[in-house]
């Protein structure tokens, strides 16, 4: 059983902005690998959703067209609309279809903020890896970021990590929720949450398990057991 409730809050002009919110105050997000793999991805997703709050189609290679059918595919396998977000960038109203759309530096920083403040879009998520790529995205209307990567992780393997302090300072900079992306495994879930992340977002520890609906099921676990740390 899920629901998804309403989430509200301010936009850039002052007006209320909703959409549909999920499980509490911290965040599970799942993302795909962008490996293509179409058929795996939703057979996975069809197992995790109900323990995760968002699953993100991040697929580079695909047109935004392609990207929508395997929304659509989510949607066949019983994945609700308003857990389904896709990565590009595009900025589409709310629809039936996905509930939010994700975007990297470049779309955040180009695109008209009259389209990014109507109340009637979908969430808008954008990726930083810094304090002032954070405060930018803020201020162009994202309504949540994601920041790392914090920890090591094989997607990144020539790249330090990030860390909990700067984790922590992009928290602090900002007014909206941030979340922590980056070899992200149940035993750090504190340690983010510490940090004052809303959510965490995760690749590999899902779609590499031999067994993703255990692997989520240990995240939301750790999620629940660490309640809301004081800071």
């Known amino acids: 059983m899920f629901f998804c409730s309403i989430h509200g809050w301010k936009g850039m002009n002052g ?11 911290f965040e599970l997000h799942v993302v795909s690998t962008g490996n293509g793999d179409q058929a795996s991805f939703v057979k996975a997703a069809e197992e995790v959703w109900p323990r995760v709050d968002y699953i993100h189609i991040r697929e580079k290679q695909l047109t935004w067209q392609e990207k929508i059918g395997w929304a659509e595919s989510l949607c066949g396998a019983g994945v609700p609309s308003c857990r389904i977000v896709i990565s590009g960038s595009e900025l589409s109203p709310q629809n039936d279809i996905y509930g939010g759309v994700h975007w990297g530096q470049e779309a955040i920083r180009n695109y008209n903020n009259d389209v990014i403040s109507n109340v009637h879009r979908v969430r808008l998520g954008v990726s930083v890896h810094s304090i002032d790529e ?3 995205a803020e201020e162009q209307g994202a309504d949540y970021l994601f920041f790392g990567h914090v920890y090591s992780t094989n997607s990144k393997p020539d790249l330090e990590p990030r860390g909990l302090y700067a984790l922590d300072e992009v928290c602090r900079g900002v007014s909206i929720p941030v979340m922590a992306i980056g070899g992200i495994k149940p035993g750090n879930i504190h340690a983010i949450r510490s940090a004052g992340a809303q959510g965490v977002a995760v ?8 067994s993703p609906d255990q692997a989520a099921a240990s995240l939301r676990q750790a999620i629940v057991a660490t309640g809301s740390p004081c800071r």
């Open 15 to 25: 007006t209320a902005i909703s959409h549909e919110y999920v499980h509490g105050s």
């Open 134 to 136: 954070a405060k930018i």
């Open 203 to 210: 690749i590999s520890n899902i779609w590499a398990s031999d």
